[in-house]
């Protein structure tokens, strides 16, 4: 399975195209529009936020709401372009007003060095966020791929700032998580951290800054064995961080323990294995879900640390590039905080590298030779781990 994504921030449309998905798969329209959705929400968003009204069109691939195994093309509108359709022209003309003062934080300096543009505009408009509505679009495709196996894919906002949400008592399922976090201004479960967020982001707002925090994304219902630890570029945990890392904004990533594990011992680290009731199990999952780059058959838990936004309200010092001169950097309209958007954004990248590992290890070119597939494994799992 693979993807591709085309399309500018102030242009006509962003458009995807996923080859690999198995035919006969359900397709629900319905289901990547909430999550288009979800990802315009979210507590110190900007007024772009109340020009787009994202929906996907689907342009081929799906017949009577089911894929084809054909490569399936799906568009997403950019209703502000009516108001930039002189300034995004695509026939040759010379702009009126060009961009020259680069964004400290921003792809506009190294981009415009690395492609030799003049105007900034050139490099900005791919570098914005605004392209990863196309990539949760790809991912909740991937999302309903996992779904018909019961494999579940949420997220959540942990931090904003230096604001940080209480480790909860544990939740019985995802779909609790989900309900919790529907009602939440900032996707986060914990309901007196997240008004300490809202003041954190009303006080960016008012001195022209801007914030950013950390997610969380969990996975419930894999099977062990996606991923390899035969070579790198199978390695599971090396493919989700990749995913994550590549979504704009993000700046680190980490599986369970993550981080904290290098400041402990061995013994506080690694999850005991144990048999009870004839099945072996893991007395604790600080792992993640991952080991050796496979899945584990726990759940999957992984965090993402978004930087602050770039462009500020109050600019940052930084040069003009025309007049050769110190200046401050140019003001693209922004938001002040865009976690719980990102979290969408981290949910859907994480979705797709899950389908594209559940699809290489259980092989079909059809849902049902996929399925088959994958009950064959699990009696084969059952089985090893039976010594039968």
């Known amino acids: 399975m693979r993807f591709l994504t085309g399309g500018e921030s102030h242009g006509p449309s962003l458009v995807g195209i996923i080859e690999g998905l198995p035919a006969g798969m359900e397709f629900d329209t319905e289901f990547i529009n909430r999550m288009l959705k979800r990802r315009q929400q979210g507590y110190g968003r ?3 936020m109340t020009v787009e009204k994202d929906q996907v069109r689907v342009l081929s691939g799906i017949r009577h709401g089911k894929t084809l195994g054909t490569p399936l093309t799906l568009l997403v509108e950019n209703r502000d372009w009516e108001n930039w359709q002189e300034i995004m022209c695509i026939e040759a003309r010379t702009p009126e007003k060009t961009i020259t003062r680069p964004r400290p934080g921003h792809a506009d300096l190294a981009g415009g060095i690395k492609y030799q543009h003049k105007d900034l505009r050139n490099v900005l408009e791919r570098a914005s966020a605004r392209e990863t509505a196309m990539r949760t679009v790809v991912g909740a495709v991937a999302a309903l791929m996992l779904s018909f196996f019961s494999i579940d894919v949420v997220s959540y906002v942990v931090s904003i ?50 914030l950013g925090g950390v997610f969380e994304v969990a996975v419930s219902g894999l099977p062990v064995g996606l991923g390899s630890h035969v070579h790198w570029d199978r390695r599971l945990d090396g493919c989700l961080a990749a995913a994550l890392m590549s979504i704009p904004g993000i700046k680190g990533v980490e599986i369970g323990l993550g981080f904290a594990a290098a400041a402990k011992r061995g013994s506080e680290v690694h999850d005991p294995i144990t048999l009870k009731n004839g099945q072996i199990l893991r007395t604790s999952n600080r792992a993640g879900g991952l080991e050796g780059g496979i899945s584990n058959g726990e759940n999957l838990v992984l965090r993402a640390a978004m930087k602050p936004i770039p462009t500020l309200l109050q600019s940052l010092p930084s040069v003009d590039l025309e007049e050769q001169k110190n200046t401050t950097a140019v003001v693209e309209r922004s938001d002040i905080c865009a976690v719980p958007a990102a979290s969408v954004v981290g949910e859907a990248a994480v979705a797709w590298e899950l389908a594209r590992a559940f699809r290489e290890k259980f092989a079909g070119d059809s849902l049902a030779e996929l399925e088959h597939s994958y009950h064959h494994y699990l009696q084969l799992r059952d089985s090893y781990m039976a010594n039968e």
């Open 161 to 210: 700032g230096d604001v940080w949400a209480a480790k909860l008592p544990h939740i019985d399922s995802l779909k609790e998580v989900r309900e919790k976090t529907n009602r939440s201004f900032l996707f986060c479960l914990d309901g007196e951290a997240e008004k300490l967020m809202c003041k954190r982001i009303d006080e960016a707002r008012e001195k022209g800054d801007t």
């Open 46 to 48: 900007g007024g772009r």
